[in-house]
T-cell receptor, first 115, second 111 residues
Framework: GAVVSQHPSWVICKSGTSVKIECRSL??????MFWYRQFPKQSLMLMAT?????????EQGVEKDKFLINHASLTLSTLTVTSAHPEDSSFYIC???????????FGPGTRLTVL | RKEVEQDPGPFNVPEGATVAFNCTYS??????FFWYRQDCRKEPKLLMS???SGNEDGRFTAQLNRASQYISLLIRDSKLSDSATYLC????????????FGQGTELSVKP
């Protein structure tokens, strides 16, 4: 149980384009989903927290207009990287929680490369 | 200063060695503590939670010292398959249950 999927698993795009990443909880309802970013040799950094049906809460330094998060249902959250640039190239990982803040189930991640 | 700090790596050890990872956290409001394991280009996976009384899971032993704000992980009889990056993680409930990750310590177990 407690499986979280992400799609796509990797994407290569041109600078200036937008990329949407989906995060789905497959066998449970996720009241909260988290989006992280991880640059090479660095740890995961929380970008934003989203609760179903409400606006996401962004961490300091994360541009909400650049990283659009939608959590329209209890099983799906999307992250859209708008007008992507090479410096946005990173490993984006989502996690989902059904209640306890201690328990987050991680998706397999999406590797974004912006040319 | 980072909120969660770990030993800089990498640790290169032979099979069968015992290896210890150290971690300190700066926010005394931290209430839950974990060790995660992350393989190259994969998502992190929960290895074990850490309790004040200390806890053990097979070859892995985790300790927490709240007074010193210090967390440790001991791996005994290390295996090749233990090679990964080990992440020290704390959860601060007073900020909605955010997981704060350390930068990780890379372990490489050699035959």
């Amino acid at each position: 149980g407690a499986v979280v999927s992400q799609h796509p698993s990797w994407v290569i795009c041109k600078s200036g384009t937008s990329v949407k990443i989906e995060c789905r909880s497959l066998d449970f309802q996720a009241t909260t989903m988290f989006w992280y970013r991880q640059f090479p040799k660095q740890s995961l950094m929380l970008m934003a927290t989203s609760n179903e049906g409400s606006k996401a809460t962004y961490e300091q330094g994360v541009e909400k207009d650049k990283f659009l998060i939608n959590h329209a249902s209890l099983t799906l959250s999307t992250l859209t990287v708008t007008s992507a640039h090479p410096e946005d190239s990173s490993f984006y990982i989502c996690s989902a929680s059904s209640g306890s803040p201690d328990t987050q189930y991680f998706g397999p991640g999406t590797r974004l490369t912006v040319l | 200063r980072k909120e969660v700090e770990q030993d800089p790596g990498p640790f290169n050890v032979p099979e069968g060695a015992t290896v210890a990872f150290n971690c300190t956290y700066s926010n005394s409001a931290s209430q839950s503590f974990f060790w995660y394991r992350q393989d190259c280009r994969k998502e992190p996976k929960l290895l074990m939670s850490v309790y004040s009384s200390g806890n053990e899971d097979g070859r892995f032993t985790a300790q927490l010292n709240r007074a010193s704000q210090y967390i440790s992980l001991l791996i005994r009889d290390s295996k090749l398959s233990d090679s990964a990056t080990y992440l020290c993680v704390v959860n601060r409930y007073n900020q909605g249950g955010k997981l704060i990750f350390g930068q990780g310590t890379e372990l490489s177990v050699k035959p």
